[in-house]
């Protein structure tokens, strides 16, 4: 629900307006919104409680925004933490902005790094092994709208509001039996494909022979006649009903099906970078908070790094030393001491500049020796 202010009476409203629309020009309507409120929110609060305050040079950090930031604080019922740190953010924003467009460098000084406070660490939150399965069979016995779409949810990693704007034609083929698909665009505002499988494909057609059942279908895969909002609020009761019937106690909710397809990726080998396109991030920080390693997960990677160590390189045979040969196998061989010697080397280095330039180097040395492994084997 939009949060609505009203409009200010101090004269410095319409500069508030401006520089909350410069700084959201490229930013949805959500966000240029909220930017509006935040000023108003901040102006009316001047009205109140400083009506002598009638200019920018009058601003002061104390008492002006600390009376402000206590106003929060202590506002009923209580602001999340986020919230509070996005009105001071933007306010924040749009001062600096006034700063420099009006020429009042003070406006820059008075909030400061520490007034916003900082998130809080946000933990992975996969299902269960016991849970994913129950679920999953329940979803797959129902068979109806909802519980395809949250088996899409399950398997693709997308968030709600991106399965709620999907179109019937989300599938592309990217190769011979291959499939992905696009994802519009979303929260970032940016657009992904997503690969995957045949059960994925037949969820999809599942979803497109029930819209076609329904008489209210618009241009979505899922058709929503009274509204986006509802329809997510729709999936999400779905979902605490299905969990409930198969026994389950804990709340679920959609978004831990993101959780647990990133957890499930992860395991499946697949690397970082590649699963922040999947999950559709831009940042390796929100990545990681997706993603649970367990200590299963811990003890297998350490039983593989036993079997097949990658950062250890064995110690080369003398007689590759003392007679290397004018072919590929001797030049296997050489390369192979190399790395052996630059690698002892590298590790009695503190760390700096010089033991960066070796680590490049060995990089190098890596794919040389791999090239030549692949001409020895052709």
């Given at each position: 629900?939009?949060?609505?202010f009203?409009?200010?009476?101090?004269?410095?409203?319409?500069?508030?307006?401006?520089?909350?629309?410069s700084?959201?020009?490229?930013?949805?309507?959500?966000?240029?919104?909220?930017?509006?409120?935040?000023?108003?929110?901040?102006?009316?609060?001047?009205?109140?409680?400083?009506?002598?305050v009638?200019s920018l040079?009058q601003?002061r950090?104390?008492p002006?925004?600390?009376?402000?930031?206590?106003?929060?604080r202590?506002?009923?019922?209580?602001?999340?933490?986020?919230?509070?740190?996005h009105?001071?953010?933007?306010?924040?924003?749009?001062?600096?902005?006034?700063?420099?467009?009006k020429?009042?460098?003070l406006?820059?000084?008075?909030?400061?790094?520490?007034?916003?406070?900082?998130?809080?660490r946000?933990l992975?939150?996969?299902?269960?092994?016991?849970?994913?399965?129950?679920?999953q069979?329940?979803?797959?016995?129902?068979?109806?709208?909802?519980?395809?779409?949250?088996?899409?949810l399950?398997?693709?990693?997308?968030r709600?509001?991106?399965?709620?704007?999907?179109?019937?034609?989300?599938?592309?083929?990217?190769?011979?039996?291959?499939w992905?698909?696009?994802?519009?665009?979303?929260?970032?505002?940016?657009?992904?494909?997503?690969p995957?499988?045949?059960?994925?494909?037949?969820?999809?057609?599942?979803?497109?022979?029930?819209?076609?059942?329904?008489?209210?279908?618009d241009t979505?895969?899922?058709s929503r006649?009274?509204?986006?909002?509802?329809l997510?609020?729709?999936?999400?009761?779905?979902?605490?009903?299905?969990?409930a019937?198969v026994?389950?106690?804990?709340r679920?909710?959609p978004h831990?099906?993101?959780?647990s397809?990133?957890?499930?990726m992860?395991r499946?080998g697949?690397?970082?970078?590649?699963l922040?396109?999947?999950?559709?991030?831009?940042?390796p920080?929100?990545?990681?908070?997706?993603?649970e390693?367990?200590?299963?997960?811990?003890?297998h990677?350490?039983?593989?790094?036993?079997?097949?160590?990658?950062?250890l390189?064995?110690?080369?045979?003398t007689?590759?030393?003392?007679?290397p040969?004018?072919?590929?196998?001797?030049l296997?061989?050489?390369?192979?001491?190399a790395?052996h010697?630059?690698?002892?080397?590298?590790r009695?280095?503190p760390?700096g500049?010089?033991?960066?330039?070796?680590?490049r180097?060995a990089?190098?040395?890596?794919?040389?020796?791999?090239?030549a492994r692949?001409?020895h084997?052709?």
């Open positions: 629900m939009r949060q609505r009203p409009p200010p009476r101090n004269p410095m409203a319409a500069l508030f307006r401006r520089a909350a629309e700084l959201t020009t490229s930013l949805t309507t959500d966000s240029a919104h909220y930017y509006q409120c935040t000023g108003r929110h901040f102006l009316n609060y001047l009205d109140a409680q400083h009506p002598r009638r040079e601003l950090r104390d002006h925004i600390l009376d402000w930031l206590t106003r929060l202590s506002h009923q019922p209580p602001l999340a933490k986020q919230t509070y740190a009105y001071v953010i933007r306010l924040r924003r749009i001062l600096e902005e006034l700063a420099w467009t020429g009042v460098p406006l820059t000084r008075l909030i400061r790094s520490d007034d916003i406070p900082s998130p809080d946000c992975p939150r996969p299902l269960t092994a016991e849970q994913d399965q129950l679920i069979q329940e979803l797959l016995r129902r068979d109806d709208r909802n519980s395809n779409a949250l088996l899409l399950r398997h693709t990693g997308m709600i509001g991106e399965c709620l704007d999907l179109p019937p034609d989300c599938l592309r083929r990217i190769g011979q039996d291959q992905a698909i696009h994802v519009p665009l979303g929260k970032l505002r940016t657009e992904r494909l997503v995957v499988d045949s059960f994925v494909c037949r969820i999809v057609d599942r979803l497109r022979s029930l819209r076609c059942q329904d008489r209210d279908a979505f895969l899922l006649p009274h509204g986006r909002m509802t997510g609020s729709q999936l999400r009761i779905a979902l605490h009903q299905i969990a019937a026994g389950i106690k804990t679920i909710v831990q099906f993101r959780h397809f990133g957890t499930e992860l499946a697949v690397s970082l970078p590649v922040m396109k999947l999950l559709g991030h831009k940042s920080n929100m990545t990681m908070r997706y993603l390693v367990s200590l299963l997960d811990v003890q990677e350490f039983e593989l790094a036993r079997q097949q160590p990658r950062h390189l064995p110690t080369p045979s007689s590759s030393v003392t007679s040969t004018p072919d590929l196998s001797g296997l061989g050489s390369l192979h001491i790395q010697v630059l690698e002892m080397y590298r009695n280095l760390a500049v010089a033991r960066r330039l070796l680590d180097l990089n190098r040395l890596t794919k040389i020796a791999s090239e692949k001409l084997q052709s």
